[in-house]
């Protein structure tokens, strides 16, 4: 069986950066199942892998155009401090969700002062070129369920 949207496609994947520096592998883990065709992986990753069968390995480089997205300007936000309120210690690095006009999306905070906290709402991995080392492990016919929902259920998947 070939991956074509609407298939639920397992792979083993290792991803490193362009300083070959890994950043997420399922090496030793379950695969990571998603749902073919649905955006569930990076644009770049899910267009390599379309066509492809069981025990076939490729190695791909995502543009961040195809991957995270180049960093937004606009999703950068120098926030009064007080609406941290309750929280002692703001420091950078920290994660919170934060609500949006798109709606809650996490952000890091990239940097502090006694009357402002500034928070970045880019995804970590925004503006990297993505080296993804990927070998098929598995592909079968998504259920009705999972078509409805947009992704993969079971091992590898979403569990709800
Ligand atoms: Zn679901």
């Known amino acids: 069986m070939q991956v074509a949207d609407n298939k639920v496609v397992l792979i083993h994947y290792t991803l ?3 300083d070959g520096e890994v950043l997420d ?3 030793g883990g379950e695969p990571l199942a998603y749902l073919h065709g649905k955006g569930n992986i990076v ?9 492809k069968q069981v025990g076939d390995k490729q190695q791909v480089e995502v543009s961040p155009e195809e991957g995270y997205g180049l960093p937004n300007e606009e999703l950068i936000q120098e926030v009064e ?3 941290f309120d309750g929280i002692d210690n703001i420091e950078v690095g920290m994660q919170f969700m934060a609500q949006t006009p798109w709606g809650e999306q996490p952000v890091v ?5 006694d009357e402002t906290v500034t928070v970045d709402g880019n995804h970590p991995l ?5 080296n993804f080392d990927v070998e098929v492990a598995e592909v079968r016919d998504a259920s009705e369920e ?12 979403h569990h709800h």
């Not at 905070?109 to 002062?113: D, G, Q």
Request: charged fraction near 10%.
């Open 16 to 18: 490193t950066n362009a």
């Open 25 to 27: 592998s399922s090496a």
């Open 43 to 51: 644009p770049g990753l899910e267009n390599a892998l379309t066509g």
């Open 81 to 83: 401090r007080n609406l």
């Open 109 to 113: 905070v990239t940097a502090v002062s």
């Open 126 to 130: 925004a503006g990297e070129v993505l």
């Open 146 to 157: 999972e078509l409805e929902h947009g992704h993969a259920h079971g091992a590898g998947g």
